[in-house]
Structure formats: C-alpha cells, structure tokens
C-alpha cells in the first residue's frame, strides 16, 4: 500500500490542474510534492476533460489512503468587447474611443460592448479597464447606446479582452448559463468545493446554494475580487463556507498598494467568523517558465502563512508552468520553513479570535490553552460535520490536529482548514471506544508514541452533530504500542 506521511506543516497547498499537470503520473507527482488539493479551473476545458482530471484524484484518494479536496472554480460573468476588423486595433494615448452596441467590427476608435447592462449605467469620470487593467479608460460621456471615453492609457487592443468596471456595481447576475451547467456538473461529480467567481452581493451566494441543493455536501467559496464584495464583506463571509483573495481581478480594480493591506483585511474578517481562508493568485508566478522563484515571490507567500491563512495557491504555475511539481514543493518548503520560526506562533496569534458563548466554542479555545501550558503532541477532533475542528482550528493551536470522522465528505473538505489532518474511520459508540481509537490512530498517523498526551474533543451523545460537550486529555503507555 502506497504510503503517504503528514505534512508537517498546517498551512495548506491548493495546486491548479492545467495541461501541465492533469495527467494522472502528474497530479501523483504533485501530491507527492505536498498538495494537499486541487483546483479544477471551469473556465478552461471542456466536462469530459474535467472528469478525467476528478477521476484520477480519486484514485490517488484509495492508492495513499488520503483524502483529497477537489475544488471546481466556475468563470463567473467576464464582460468582454467584441471583435474587431483586423484582429486588433491600438488606442492612442489620450485618443476618444467609444465603446457601442453596434455589433459590426471594430476599429481604432470604437468597439461593439455586447453587455447592454452597462449603458446608462456608468457615468462621466468612471473608468472601464480592458486586458487585465492594461488599456485604462475614462468615461466622458454615457447613454443608452454608446459610452464615450479619454484614454489615459491606450495600447494595443484585440478581439473579446476582458473589461473591468471597478466603479459601480453591474447588475448581473454572478452565475451565467455556462456557470450554471459547470455548477451542476461539479455538483454531479462531487466536487468538494465551489469557487463562485466575481461575487458582488451576498445574494449572489444564495443563488448559488439554491442552485446546489440541499443534499450536495460540497462547501461554497466566496472568491473576493470586486471592490463592491469588500463593501459587504462581513455578509458575503457569513454566507460562504471558504472564502479567497482572489488577487488577478482584485489587483486589477484596485491600485497595487491597496491588495496587501486589503488581503490582510480579508483574512483576518475570515478568520474571525471561522471559516477557512484561500490566499490566490501570481505567488510564484515566474515558476511559469522559471525552476525558481524570486525572493519577492518567497517573501509573498510567507507573509500569507505569517498571516495565518488556512490555504496558499498555485494558478497557472501548475496548471500551465513548465515547473508544476517543483513550484508545489518549494511552496511545501516555505510553508514548513515559516512554522518553524520561533515568531510564528506570536504572529498568528496577533489576531484575538474570541470564542462564542457556545460550549463548543469555549472547549476549542480551551484545547488551545490547555496545549500552550501542557506538554501536549496533538488534539484529536471527533466530528461528523467538521465545524468543532474548523472552532479549534480558529484558534491556530501550536500543536497538530488529527480530525477522525465517518463521513468522507468532510474528510475531504478538511484538506482546506488550517492545521487538520483527516481521516475517515468508523464511528465511535463509546467514550471507552474514543479513548482507545484516538490513541491508535493517532500513534499510526505518527503523531504520537509511548508517553505522549492527546487532547479529545467530541460530542455526547455519539454521532449527535452539534454536540461537541467533552475534552479529555489522555497520556499513551506502552500497552497501545503493542495494539497500534
């Protein structure tokens, strides 16, 4: 049987499936680098690719006996100009250009804008960035048919380039009709979670669980990437399960020196509220063509886990890069290098994240006191839903959690928590039986040999959700070696 240790570290690596890295001896090698999940990118390929991809990380889930988290990220609504005469035009500095509902081709001073939404809607002094914020546009005049606009920066132009309207909140829906089949999709195979692209609006969330149902066990990321979901950030993270900083576009409708302290800012309210935290986008972008990074690059994605976030991830770096194993091992390294820092801990506790009047709340924040004052090798978590270890993963404890549950689902989605190593076993009927079954999981998981002492977290009655109501440290004697 394949064997695959823990991490050691608990900062989590999310890796981007692409043509570099989908075939099945690559995505191996990537696990083996230390990935922790997959990211399939809806926006490229098409569903039977894509079922490919799931199939292969399933079975890499049964030959390690690990789970895996596989995450299907959907497009979202991407505005875009049309087409035009040559391919191509260029704007010149400081040229009027008129963006139009003509569909005929355009040219070096217009273009059709097939987003009939936009017209009436912006006004004089707004800006439309085109091709990732490359050509920069102000808006002179608007009406109902054309948008004329100053080109502060102009450049060359091509067919459909993205368009950004960083200044008002467009009146679109945030799932298109693709989104809505690739949803379905991902739903049908059971992705583990979805990545809802340009949220603006916390209804925008709710759609989407509508649109997943009740029975689907697949949590629901809130990518934050418009200026207008920062306004409403405290509602969108309370309706999403995993949120992430979703750099490209953000950086994008935001001057460069606002993401750094905004990502931080998005982090924190994260973290506060309990739920698990992706930081994404250009880490280690020169890995694309380089087999090393740039100090900026190391120094990027340290900060990250300095900050406590529960996921760093690799974009094109896997999914297109000429280096996709090596940019998730150097990732793994960083990662394993920050924790060890004497100053790791002191800075991921710069965050007070008070526990709520619950009596699982109070007895998480306990395991991590309790682990600060007592010589304590790891806290093991008894959970069917996963949220008391999502409550003591909150608290950033110092020590290793080893999460048991007998549902896969959640094994799966504790790829994305901070600090959790799961394993799915059979439930537990007794606290005689939690006693003896966290001990041996935990000395056969390697966390934990003669001597050792665990924290148990887990809710009376047994297998009850919602009802995590006991702590119990125990100490490992040498009868459990015998019996591991």
Known sequence: MAKLEPRGRKVKILATVGPASREPHMLRKLLLAGADAFRVNMSHGDHATHAETIAAIRALEKEFHRPIAILCDLQGPKLRVGTFQDGQAVIRHGSHFTLDRNPEPGDDTRVCLPHPELFGLLGKGQRLLIND????????????????????????????????????????????????????????????????????????????????????????????????????????????????????????????EEVPPLQKRIVNAARTQGKPVIVATQMLESMIESPAPTRAEVSDVANAVYDGADVVMLSAETAAGQWPEEAVAIMHRIGSEVERDPGYKGRIRFLETLPDPTTADALSHACMTIAENMPINAIVVFTGSGSTARRVARERPGVPMLVLTPDNVTARRMCLVWGAHAVATKDIGSFEEMIAKGKRMALRHGFAKAGSKLIALAGVPFGTPGSTNLLHVVTLTGDELTRK
């Open 133 to 256: 914020g490359k050509i920069r546009l102000r808006v002179i005049r608007a009406d109902e048919s054309a948008i004329l606009c100053s080109a502060e920066v102009g450049g060359v132009i091509s067919d459909r380039k993205g368009v950004n309207v960083p200044d008002a909140e467009v009146p679109i829906p945030a799932l298109t009709e693709k989104d809505r089949r690739d949803l379905a999709f991902a739903v049908e195979h059971k992705a583990d979670c979805i990545a809802l692209s340009f949220v603006q609006r916390p209804e925008d969330l709710a759609e989407a669980r509508r649109l997943m149902g009740s029975a689907s066990g697949a949590a629901l990321c809130a990518k934050i990437e418009k200026p207008q979901a920062v306004q409403r950030l405290g509602e969108i993270i309370e309706l999403s399960d995993i949120v992430m900083v979703a750099r490209g576009d953000l950086g994008v409708e935001l001057n460069p």
